[in-house]
């Protein structure tokens, strides 16, 4: 699956006609019951069919997804199968076994490392350090994982083509997207790759990644019902996108940083739910 060269910190147009094709494939899979599960549905392009002593995860039932807010724009998402993924890894996923699978982008430093264990199986780099666009599309266990590339900005403000993927991760019919460092808004293909989105992870600084109004318009448009905001510095930043956010999403403030999901126990309406750092 291959993204068009992209315009960054361009204002899209056209996404009307995106959005209409994504309801279109959704009504589509009412008839098409087999497909229905496959809550990560693309428009564009197909999907193909240290260990610390004494820590026991609790069981997740086979519905189950547990997302745990590591820090700054690391999650571990645990699978019911126990697949275990850490996103924007720096060599840090908390307590636990290492992850089966690690995602990284090349923003800055805090969101990859150089040097990840080499007993972890699946070490999956947003960019492509040959040149182009990174590519994976990937089983493992009972998650599908898959990338949409985006650009980023260079220190020097000139663009970075493809410095950054959004990862999507697929597990019993639900579907989180970590959009990684995010520079720019995002395109009608781009959002036709991303698909239809339960959970998103979102970068809200305001001035590193995209700006406010940029993240909000991106947020609006993948309408994932979950949103959880992340890459803040400190709590004014984090007051500052909740306070944009209050009047037209409902607010949740977590006490720990732990959510255990299923699709079915989603919120109706789309719920910005805030998970305490460490």
């Not at 599309?137 to 970075?160: A, C, K, M, Y």
């Not at 940029?214 to 448009?221: D, L």
């Amino acid at each position: 699956m291959c993204a068009l060269p992209l315009r960054p910190l361009a204002r899209r147009t056209g996404h009307a006609l995106a959005a209409a094709t994504l309801a279109a494939v959704a009504l589509a899979l009412l008839g098409h019951p087999a497909r229905a599960q496959n809550s990560c549905l693309t428009v564009a392009g197909s999907s193909p069919p240290l260990v610390r002593a004494g820590f026991t995860p609790a069981a997740l039932s086979a519905l189950e997804t547990r997302l745990t807010f590591v820090g700054h724009s690391t999650f571990l998402i645990e699978s019911a199968a126990g697949v275990r993924i850490a996103t924007d890894y720096t060599g840090n996923a908390g307590p636990g076994p290492l992850p089966d699978v690690v995602t990284m982008n090349h923003a800055h430093s805090s969101h990859y490392t150089e040097f990840p264990d080499p007993r972890i199986a699946h070490v999956l780099r947003g960019w492509n350090p040959g040149g182009g666009h990174a590519e994976h599309d990937l089983q493992v266990g009972d998650v599908h994982i898959r990338n949409v590339p985006t650009n980023i900005r260079s220190f020097g403000g000139t663009t970075e083509e493809f410095g950054n993927s959004i990862f999507i991760f697929e597990m019993k019919g639900l579907c989180i997207a970590h959009l990684g460092h995010l520079h720019h808004e995002l395109t009608g293909q781009q959002l036709g790759q991303i698909g239809l989105v339960d959970v998103v992870l979102v970068p809200v600084d305001g001035s590193y990644t995209l700006d406010l109004d940029g993240m909000i318009s991106v947020i609006r448009e993948i309408n994932a019902r979950l949103i959880v905001p992340m890459h803040y510095f400190n709590a004014y930043s984090l007051e500052r996108f909740l306070e944009r956010m209050r009047p037209h999403f409902d607010i949740r403030i977590a006490d720990q940083p732990q959510v255990t999901l299923t699709r079915p126990a989603l919120p109706q309406k789309p719920q910005v739910l805030v998970l305490p750092g460490p």
